[in-house]
T-cell receptor, first 111, second 113 residues
Framework: KNQVEQSPQSLIILEGKNCTLQCNYTVSPFSNLRWYKQDTGRGPVSLTI?????NTKSNGRYTATLDADTKQSSLHITASQLSDSASYICVVSPYTDKLIFGTGTRLQVFP | KAGVTQTPRYLIKTRGQQVTLSCSPI?????VSWYQQTPGQGLQFLFE???????NKGNFPGRFSGRQFSNSRSEMNVSTLELGDSALYLC????????????FGAGTRLSVL
């Protein structure tokens, strides 16, 4: 069964610190893996999209990595800011099926 | 370029009623997908419309239906509302069906009392 699991469920960090969010998936084969940021009360916004052949993709202070062999992805946030407080959702796109969403990691950044 | 617009933003209904949600995609986008988001389940795919045809459907009961108009605007209808239908309903638009890029609207928050 195609699944996407994210950890931790929630995370609290201090402003300025780095953090890493994890995404493990069983989807195979897949076309691409995406990370979305969702602010409270808003729709998700795409941060990165990686195909199975890409290892890393950056978007400002956000860096996503992908290990297709171990079926793991991570999202690293550098020098966190208060505005990084949001839910981060990992999404895997199979070739022949609809998108598979993880349940997300809720990140809270405190001053 | 205007983003994806969903109306209304908030809605309160009672059990047994029906509701219609609207989504206007980004200009030029022909694919519209609908999702239900609840705290425990995360984002669940409802259906996708492309060129007025339903292309894909998730595992939801027949009470959930949708349609797309010739201008790509889409509506989602839920009949005989249940308490468990309380959720954030998100619409996402894409240039074409199956494309990598999806742009989400802010969603409609539905509360069923």
């Amino acid at each position: 069964k195609n699944q996407v699991e994210q950890s931790p469920q929630s995370l609290i960090i201090l402003e300025g610190k780095n953090c890493t969010l994890q995404c493990n998936y069983t989807v195979s084969p897949f076309s691409n893996l995406r990370w979305y940021k969702q602010d409270t009360g808003r729709g998700p916004v795409s941060l990165t999209i990686m195909t199975f052949s890409e290892n890393t993709k950056s978007n400002g202070r956000y860096t996503a990595t992908l290990d297709a062999d171990t079926k793991q992805s991570s999202l690293h946030i550098t020098a966190s800011q208060l505005s990084d407080s949001a839910s981060y959702i990992c999404v895997v796109s199979p070739y022949t099926d609809k998108l598979i969403f993880g349940t997300g990691t809720r990140l809270q950044v405190f001053p | 370029k205007a983003g994806v617009t969903q109306t209304p933003r908030y809605l309160i209904k009672t059990r047994g009623q029906q509701v219609t949600l609207s989504c206007s995609p980004i200009s030029g986008h022909r694919s519209v997908s609908w999702y239900q988001q609840t705290p425990g389940q995360g984002l669940q795919f409802l259906f996708e419309y492309f060129s007025e045809t339903q292309r894909n459907k998730g595992n939801f009961p027949g009470r959930f239906s949708g349609r797309q108009f010739s201008n790509s605007r889409s509506e989602m209808n839920v009949s005989t509302l249940e308490l468990g239908d309380s959720a954030l309903y998100l619409c996402a638009s894409s240039p074409n069906s199956g494309t990598n890029i999806q742009y989400f609207g802010a969603g409609t928050r539905l509360s069923v009392l």
